[in-house]
């Protein structure tokens, strides 16, 4: 049976991990991220939860700790924020290179300088390029079911899965969502078993210099150099996606919720105009989705995007195909270009016949507050004058909520 709870954010994220039975759970305390491993050190210390608990000197060395964890076959958990998510960036590339399968919440925030403590996605995004599955939670159901999912994930692919969700707005509010119970999830998820958990009695040789050529092995079979790996890497990434869905749909089995694992679609089956968004920013823009069809009689949809690595390219196209236009509001950026997710987009509608208008909305960086009235005037003034915009006009960035 499940039961029902009102929570913050950061304990649903703690008690879904518990769920799990992560063995070893390694932090270092970082705004807004601190009180999910709080939460887990106090469970752990109760005897509620059987781990050991791991308190570190940096982020750095939390995620050292998972990457020796997991290379002994123990399935392991931290969690962080915006400089502390960066601190971690060369031991992100090496648990992902080594193919260490691994959970990780990022409670997304600014990352200084300057200093912030609110939040927006840039801390995630600007490691979009690590090699780590990226998943978007939009509340605090889907933070559950999107970690007790990303274990398994991360443990049938060997590649380690980074599950995002806003800071504040989910981290700290409180929210109705249900747990279910432990022996279910035993059932959905079996103890982690690792073929290369270092052992005495079964020595290996793990990540040693690579060579740029393929080479024999001791055995004399030939093994990938360093390209080889990489491109493993990323066609076995690309495939996840597909394992993703099957998992998810396990899930729906068994506890009767999921079905929309990659994007999540709200009234876009008939919709001319779409908005592509991420986290809690796609639930917001449901009210402004039903106010623009009630009101204004503009067929309006919002496509949450759940991952956003591996780029779920050819889903979002064949979504859009009928779209007049597309605007993608996101709280990233790439500075130079224009908004990551934008870009992403944009790409990935290149090789198809329909091309809708692209517009990019910039929105809520360092925490600047997202109104509601801001979105519907912004998005009901480019439903309707975009097709009068010039094509780099439309490419522009525009930002929401600038107060220069």
């Given at each position: 049976m499940s039961s029902a709870i009102i929570e913050s954010g950061n304990v649903a994220a703690a008690l879904?991990?518990?769920?799990?039975?992560?063995?070893?759970?390694?932090?270092?305390?970082?705004?807004?991220?601190t009180p999910v491993t709080e939460k887990l050190s106090a469970l752990i210390k109760s005897g509620e939860m059987d781990a050991e608990y791991v308190a570190v000197e940096s982020e750095h060395s939390a995620l050292g700790v998972c990457i020796g964890s997991a290379s002994c076959g123990v399935r392991p958990f931290t969690a962080t924020s915006a400089n502390g998510l960066l601190y971690m960036s060369e031991q992100l590339h090496w648990a992902a290179g080594a193919r260490l399968p691994m959970v990780m919440c990022v409670v997304n925030r600014g990352v200084g300088a300057p200093w912030s403590v609110w939040?927006?996605?840039?801390?995630?995004?600007?490691?979009?390029?690590?090699?780590?599955?990226?998943?978007?939670?939009?509340?605090?159901?889907?933070?559950v079911?999107?970690?007790?999912?990303?274990?398994?994930?991360?443990?049938?692919?060997?590649?380690?899965?980074?599950?995002?969700?806003?800071?504040?707005?989910?981290?700290?509010?409180?929210?109705?969502?249900?747990?279910?119970?432990?022996?279910?999830v035993d059932s959905f998820l079996p103890p982690f078993e690792y073929k290369h958990a270092l052992r005495p009695e079964q020595p290996e040789s793990l990540n040693t210099v690579t060579l740029p050529d393929a080479r024999l092995d001791i055995n004399g079979e030939k093994r990938g150099g360093y390209m080889d790996l990489r491109h493993n890497l990323h066609h076995e990434m690309g495939m996840a996606?597909?394992?993703?869905?099957?998992i998810d749909q396990d899930f729906q089995n068994r506890f009767g919720r999921?079905?929309?694992?990659?994007?999540?679609?709200?009234?876009?089956?008939?919709?001319?105009?779409?908005?592509?968004?991420?986290?809690?920013?796609?639930?917001?823009?449901?009210?402004?989705?039903?106010?623009?069809?009630?009101?204004?009689?503009?067929?309006?949809g919002v496509l949450s995007l759940q991952v956003y690595r591996p780029f779920p390219g050819k889903r979002i196209a064949e979504q859009l195909q009928s779209a007049k236009n597309v605007l993608v509001y996101e709280?990233?950026?790439?500075?130079?270009?224009?908004g990551a997710l934008y870009g992403d987009v944009k790409s990935?509608?290149?090789?198809?016949?329909?091309?809708?208008?692209?517009?990019?909305?910039?929105?809520?960086?360092?925490?600047?507050?997202?109104?509601?009235?801001?979105?519907?005037?912004?998005?009901?003034?480019?439903?309707?004058?975009?097709a009068s915009m010039s094509p780099a006009q439309r490419d522009l960035p525009q930002w929401i909520g600038l107060q220069l």
């Open positions: 879904a991990v518990q769920l799990a039975r992560a063995e070893v759970i390694a932090a270092y305390p970082i705004t807004p991220q939040n927006d996605h840039q801390d995630a995004i600007s490691q979009r390029d690590t090699g780590w599955i990226q998943l978007f939670a939009k509340d605090h159901q889907e933070i079911d999107m970690t007790l999912k990303a274990f398994r994930l991360a443990e049938l692919v060997h590649i380690p899965v980074m599950v995002n969700y806003d800071g504040y707005y989910l981290s700290h509010t409180y929210m109705p969502f249900e747990l279910p119970a432990a022996e279910q996606i597909e394992v993703w869905q099957e999921g079905g929309h694992p990659v994007v999540d679609p709200y009234r876009c089956a008939d919709a001319e105009f779409v908005v592509i968004a991420m986290g809690t920013l796609a639930n917001q823009f449901r009210d402004v989705i039903d106010r623009l069809r009630e009101q204004d009689g503009l067929r309006a709280k990233g950026l790439s500075y130079g270009c224009q990935a509608l290149y090789p198809y016949p329909a091309r809708p208008l692209l517009h990019n909305f910039i929105v809520g960086l360092g925490g600047r507050e997202i109104p509601t009235e801001s979105l519907y005037q912004s998005m009901k003034t480019a439903c309707r004058e975009g």
